[in-house]
């Protein structure tokens, strides 16, 4: 019974010291994220605002007053880039469900409405995280350029 006890509490300790690192892997990737979007606001002049979670966003039309929510369809124009310039994706006309969405989008479409443009900047956490793909790296900044055409609930 001691036995068990001490396998319990070891893999208590164990698995709280990697739960402990991996948060502070977070906080220094959030940090890292921070200086990297607030350089680029500054080296391209933009009056960004930011929401608690850490994403930067510049309402360039802010559309009608319908706006979207989560739960929404949405129709969008976006172009993706990452902060160096390179474009990772881009389309004239995307229709998905903004809950599937990367949480940035779920969160910052829902600032526009109908016919807005808005400039998010997303910090990985946000985005894809340490996730890698062909056309971006691990823990990438995002930028997307979006137009909301139209949405469904």
Known sequence: MKKFWFVLMLGVVL??????????????QAAIDKALIETYISDNQLDAKS?????????RESGNDEHPTV??????AYKGYLL??????????YTERLGLL??????G??????GGKI??????????????????????????????YNFTN
Do not use: H, M
């Open 51 to 59: 929401t608690a979670s850490g994403l930067y966003y510049v309402i």
């Open 109 to 114: 479409i829902p600032l526009i409405g109908k």
């Open 15 to 28: 698995f709280s010291g990697s739960a402990c690192k991996k948060e502070e892997d977070n906080n220094e």
């Open 119 to 148: 400039k998010l900047i997303v910090p990985s956490a946000l985005g894809y995280g340490d996730q890698e793909s062909e056309d971006i790296p691990a823990n990438s900044v995002l930028v997307f350029d979006i137009t909301l």
């Open 71 to 76: 739960y929404s369809t949405v129709t969008v």
């Open 102 to 107: 990367i949480q940035g989008w779920r969160e």
């Open 84 to 93: 160096n310039g390179d474009v990772f994706d881009e389309s004239l006309a």
